[in-house]
């Protein structure tokens, strides 16, 4: 038999063990949202052809989606919602190109873009949000997954969660907050050099003023 000792009941009680947890945790999360940001990146770059296009639609992109979040009505999913938003927001971008000739593309076919479902579009943004999920509180994460990706009627996730419908109702609108605060750390992208890793003087102060804004909510 193991004589390994049982650390499980001194859990907690080493400060130095649980910032290891904490630094452990943070790290975890920010590498999910660098894959998640990649995966908006990679199919940004396919689709445009051009790395340096991808780049500003993807800080469009969201810069949008923080910017409208706080319009996201229930009868909405935060699928479909960011899919709308990323599709306009390729629209956008086709317009200026248009413009500005540099695009293939009829100018009279770029609205049908922005309304028609794009396959693409949405598995880009589902691979984002199945990322970002498990990032958050499970009974938010749960939600969001059933209510607005599954498409699950509320009233029978309640009942299968022994939940009443306000609960549910109220959960959510959490849930989609947090998300939100995600994304938000999404948008750490130091103008020069990238995101996240950047350790020149914009980068750091970029990377200060979200440290400090966590701190204080």
């Known amino acids: 038999m193991s004589s390994r ?7 907690g009680s080493d400060p130095d063990e649980n910032l290891s947890a904490v630094t452990a945790a943070d790290a975890a999360v920010r590498r999910e949202l660098v894959e998640c940001h990649r995966d908006f990146l990679t199919f940004l770059r ?3 052809g051009n790395p340096h296009d991808a780049e500003d639609v993807l800080q469009e992109f969201i810069a949008r989606a923080l910017d409208r979040s706080r319009h996201l009505r229930d009868v909405q999913s935060v699928r479909g919602w960011l899919s709308r938003v990323l599709a306009t927001t390729l629209v956008d971008h ?4 248009a413009r500005r000739k540099e695009s293939p593309r009829d100018p009279a076919d770029l609205e ?14 589902c691979s984002c949000l199945y990322r970002l999920l498990p990032t958050l509180k499970p009974e ?17 996730v309640a009942a299968s969660l022994g939940l009443t419908l306000n609960n549910v109702n109220v959960r959510l609108h959490r849930g989609r907050r947090a998300l939100r605060a995600r994304l938000e750390e999404i948008c750490l992208t130091c103008p020069q050099h990238g995101f996240l890793d ?11 003023i979200h440290m400090r804004r966590a701190a204080a909510g």
Do not use: K, T
């Open 198 to 208: 950047c350790r020149c003087d914009e980068g750091e102060r970029i990377r200060l």
């Open 46 to 48: 396919r689709r445009l």
């Open 5 to 11: 000792p049982d650390r499980s009941s001194a859990a």
């Open 112 to 125: 049908a873009l922005a309304v028609a479902p794009d396959p693409e579009i949405e598995a880009a943004v």
């Open 94 to 97: 086709y317009r200026r190109a």
């Open 140 to 156: 938010y994460s749960e939600l969001i997954w059933r209510v607005d990706l599954l498409d699950e009627p509320r009233d029978r």
